[in-house]
């Protein structure tokens, strides 16, 4: 094949043309019934918006605070659902000959038709902080095209329908979530409430608000348990004074001395003066003590009358009455000593209830203070239940009133012109391509496996000596007719097999003046002639 001139290619290709010929219509003939064959595939979008909150989330929060990406991602996989599929299959009839299919297949293959997109974008806004904007895109994908938006459409509807009833579940869940946590901690407090007035009850003696109040008292008992002690210290040395004179027989009364009650009444007086600057005039002691003046200052009233009445009476008389006065004030004196032990023993009853009252108080205060401070964490937690329960009121009327976060669809899907599968100019172009290939391969291939001698360099590469003379070929009549004949059927072949592609065109891809209308666009031409004036 050394020394190759453009005589020979061209010598190649008178001899060899019809195989070139017959590739490149094989080849393209079969590219274009394989495109022609092939099932159209049509395909649908539709888009939607995802709308941020329109009012300031400083004003009014929403409770659903998920990320748009990840509630798109729930929707996705609940649209996505076996069930959901195989319902859209059946309604739509997506598959003609589903009968032959099984669910699972029919699932997979509306999967696989089945696409949903989204995109998500941050931004900044000045009013209500950041925000975020995101486009879900749903596309279909089938053999029909008014199946396509059909299905792409009820897809669209069936997210929109999902989104609101996700967010209004998620809503209410929150608000009766709270609503139940705030009447749970309120029946707490209330129980906390009766628990803390019962033991209140329970320890009303020693409450820790009463201790400096029980405290006082206990020192006021000490001071009158020392006063008492004192009087009957006193009451017992007058008792044993009366007692040995009556014994003696030594009874004698002074007209300037004092009598046992008229002393008594002073030693009163004065104690009472004592108590007065220490308690309020209600007081039981100052009571008792105003009530046993009272009392003997009647009494020496009494005896003042009737040695008045009487005058000065005999001796003898007098000493009758002195004695006689003796005995009466002995008898003071002793029912002092008596009244004096009745106090000691109901003071000191009281003074025992104090000290254990008082001792108690410790205990009671840290138990009280525990209840206590168990109350103000319910009502601090009762106050958050309730202020979190009127934001998810808040909340719930926005996904009730849709003024939170909402889908809206800015792009309806639409029936599709034409197919976007397959690519039919190309799989022809490819076939063209592939028959020229394979013509040139087929010249080149029968040109190699042929030895005949046809030039005279044929003759000196071969056998390596130059020819005296060249005589050409001369046709006979015969070859020659039937040469002709050749390319007459070429060229009728060429005719019919155009013909018959653009008829299949016509019935099975799109009508010619459509397509001659379309390459006519895509092409440049109709906007050349336009401005050409052409049409």
């Known amino acids: 094949m050394e020394g190759i001139t453009i005589n020979d290619v061209i010598g190649v290709i008178r001899r060899r043309w019809y195989w070139y010929v017959a590739a490149v219509g094989l080849c393209t003939t ?5 495109a022609l064959a092939l099932p159209a595939t049509y395909r649908s979008t539709a888009r939607i ?5 329109q009012i300031p989330s400083d004003l009014a929060r929403s409770t659903v605070t998920s990320d748009p990406s990840e509630r798109i991602q729930l929707i996705e996989q609940r649209l996505m659902a076996r069930d959901n599929l195989l319902d859209l299959a059946e309604r739509f009839n997506v598959f003609e000959g ?18 949903i997109n989204s995109t998500v974008l941050a931004a900044e806004n000045r009013g209500r902080g950041p925000v975020s904007v995101a486009t879900i895109g749903i596309t279909f994908t089938a053999d029909r095209p008014q199946l396509t938006s059909r299905i792409a459409n009820e897809l669209v509807s069936m997210v929109l329908e999902q989104n609101i009833r996700q967010r209004n579940e998620q809503a209410q869940g929150t608000l009766t979530f709270f ?15 009766e628990r803390i007035a019962a033991f209140k009850n329970a320890n009303e003696f020693a409450l820790p608000d009463s201790l400096e109040f029980r405290r006082t008292e206990l020192a006021n008992l000490d001071l009158r348990a020392f006063e008492r002690e004192r009087q009957r ?6 008792r044993r004074a009366l007692v040995n004179a009556i014994a003696n027989g030594a009874v004698s009364v002074g ?30 002691t100052i009571r008792s003590l105003t009530a046993r003046i009272r009392a003997l200052e009647v009494s020496i009233a009494g005896d003042a009358a009737q040695t008045a009445e009487q005058g000065v009476a005999d001796a003898e008389a007098e000493r009758d009455r002195t004695a006689s006065g003796v005995e009466r004030e002995l008898q003071a004196v002793e029912a002092q000593i008596t009244l004096l032990d009745r106090q000691r023993e109901t003071e000191e009853a009281r003074r025992a209830k104090l000290v254990d009252s008082i001792e108690k108080t410790p205990a009671v205060e840290i138990e009280l203070n525990s209840l206590q401070r168990q109350y103000l964490t319910l009502e601090l937690q009762h106050q958050q239940a309730v202020l979190k329960r009127g934001e998810a009121e808040v909340g719930e009327r926005l996904e009730a009133n849709r003024q939170a976060e909402r889908f809206e669809v800015i792009e309806q899907a639409l029936t599709p012109d034409a197919p976007v599968s397959p690519n039919r100019p190309l799989i022809a172009a490819a076939g063209f391509v592939a028959g020229n290939a394979l013509g040139v391969g087929l010249m080149l291939l029968f040109e190699l496996l042929n ?48 013909a018959a592609a653009l008829y299949a065109i016509d019935q099975l891809y799109l009508p010619l003046p459509l397509l001659a209308e379309k390459l006519m666009d895509a092409s440049g031409l109709t906007r050349i002639m336009t401005l050409l004036g052409i049409i």
């Not at 918006?49 to 909150?53: C, I, K, M, N, R």
């Not at 589903?98 to 696409?115: C, G, H, I, K, Q």
């Not at 130059?466 to 001369?474: D, E, S």
């Not at 006979?476 to 097999?497: D, V």
């Open 451 to 498: 030895r005949s001698l046809r030039t005279a360099r044929d003759v000196e590469r071969r056998l390596e000596m130059a020819p005296i003379a060249v005589i050409p070929y001369v046709s006979a009549a015969r070859e020659t007719t039937l040469r002709r004949w050749r390319w007459r059927g070429g060229a009728a072949a060429t005719l019919l097999g155009g």
């Open 98 to 115: 589903r009968e032959t299919m099984s669910p699972s297949d029919v699932v997979a293959a509306m999967r696989e038709a089945t696409d």
């Open 30 to 34: 079969l590219s274009v019934m394989v």
């Open 255 to 284: 007209s300037g001395s004092l009598t046992l009650e008229e002393q008594e009444l002073q030693r009163l007086r004065s104690a009472l003066a004592q108590q007065a600057s220490l308690y309020a005039a209600t007081h039981p």
């Open 179 to 193: 609503t139940r946590e705030a009447e749970r901690l309120s029946g707490e407090m209330t129980a906390m409430e």
């Open 49 to 53: 918006l995802v709308e941020s909150q």
């Open 233 to 238: 210290v006193a009451l017992e040395e007058r």
